[in-house]
């Protein structure tokens, strides 16, 4: 029974008691009234990195690769020291970088990184044919992704992306409401013909006109460590473009990892190809390269997006951080950051090296199971038989966190949780955070765990008779 309805009768009936208790609900119902959340906050709750974390935290003595952090031994101390010591050894110079900044960032600065990417696209002519008011400077790239989408999406609307892609970015979307369509990828990244596909049936069910995004990973994807295809990449825009009839759909190219590159050539953008600049957007961060505590990040938007992010923006924080801005300008004009990065990819190419080892010496006799060796990147993709269930609640998560001390990602949080042919035998595993040492015990942790809840052969030939 309610008490509100216990304190009434006890009340009326002159009952002992009746009276405090009754003065003491309504004290509590006083002091604690109901909150009412936003739609978009509850769609935001139960986010799988937070529960990552909360696994991490409560399960500390875990080897973790599952967290995507970078190499604590390559952060840049010294480089990072030397150039704030730099400028802010001029008092007045210094405070004007410790003022606020401007929304999409002061335009010296974002000439700078203007050159860095025309670098990176090998233009010689340093890109000076894109505005930089078309170039805005973010709190890393994770931001520009969470301001695209307030621009662009209402609930219902669609956005496509590749199967499996950034989880945290599936999070973003599901608290903006929007469909996520899964498109099918292999290991050449996004497949060209199945987002035609995608597109012509949602076209034939008269829903052209709520697609607003192709979302794609371009380098060393996270979580699978693939790179779209040079032969892929103006497919995809291809396609992207010739379905945007009435309403235009834009594709968003997230290159965060693009320049953890261990061999192979490098590759143009996708944006690259769009000579109307019109149709991609191009996100790109330092977290991984340099610094995730300094957290900059910098978009190339099409002119009609402009406006609404930095509006966006200018609700937000009207500027992300002025020194960190003015810390990696000036580690990119002076050469630091070049040899950094050079450090960098050394450090993490024996890191691939040792877990793609540590692969096959611990899994290579289980039947069933496969793995991606990327070029790039911070993440090796693991395949276990269908069967065998990866996620939080499976026997293998509860083993390898509980009993064998080790911690991966589930793959299935890397597909819309409510596409019903989602596989849920698959994990995502990092090496950036691990030494390399770390890295071959967790392997063999892991491999434990899954040689412990894996089914015998004999059983397995059983049951398939």
Known sequence: MPLTVIAQNQFHSG????????????KI??????????????????????FLMQQAVENADCISLAAGLVDEQSLPVEIAREAASQLLTDGAA?????????????????????????????????????????????????????????????????????????????DVLQAAGAEIVPVAADADGMVPAALEAALKSID?????????????????????????????RPELLEITQRYSRDTRILLLEDAAYRELRYEGEPLPSI????????????????S?????GVRVGFGVLPTQLVKAVTDLKGNDDFGSAHLNQHIVAKVITDGGYQRHVDHVRESYRQ????????????????????????????????????????????????????????????????????????????????????????????????????????PSAATLQAASR
């Open 15 to 26: 009952e002992p008691g009746g009276v405090a208790v009754l003065h003491c609900y309504r």
């Open 204 to 232: 034939a069910a008269g829903s052209l006109d709520r697609v607003r995004l192709v979302y794609v990973v371009s380098y060393f994807d996270n979580p699978s460590g693939v790179s779209v295809s040079a032969e892929r």
């Open 271 to 286: 944006w690259s190809f769009d000579e109307t600049r019109e149709t991609v957007i191009l996100a790109q961060t330092f």
């Open 351 to 454: 890191k691939r090296d040792a877990m793609v080892a540590a692969a096959e010496r611990e899994f290579g006799d289980i039947p069933g199971v496969s793995w991606f060796r990327p070029s790039g990147g911070m993440y090796v993709w693991m395949k276990l038989p269908d069967h065998l269930e990866t996620g939080f609640s499976s026997p293998l998560f509860q083993r390898a966190t509980h009993v064998d001390k080790v911690m991966y990602v589930p793959g299935e949080l890397s597909y819309p949780v409510d596409w019903t042919d989602r596989p849920r035998c698959e994990m995502r595993l990092s090496f950036g955070v691990q030494k390399v040492a770390g890295i071959e015990e967790g392997m063999r942790r892991l491999a434990s765990a899954v040689r412990a809840v894996v």
């Open 94 to 170: 210094g405070r004007k970088i410790l003022q606020y900044g401007t929304t999409a960032g002061p335009e010296p600065l974002r000439r700078v990184f203007r050159n860095y990417l025309a670098e990176l696209e090998h233009r010689e002519d340093g890109l000076k044919d894109l505005p930089l008011s078309q170039l805005v400077l973010t709190t890393g790239s994770q931001q520009l992704l969470s301001l695209v989408t307030q621009a662009l999406f209402n609930p219902g609307d669609i956005c496509l992306v590749a199967a499996p892609t950034y989880f945290v970015y599936i």
């Open 288 to 292: 991984k390269s340099f610094s995730p």
């Open 29 to 50: 119902l006083f002091m604690h009234p109901v909150l009412r959340l936003s739609d978009h906050a509850r769609r935001s709750s139960d986010q799988a990195i937070g």
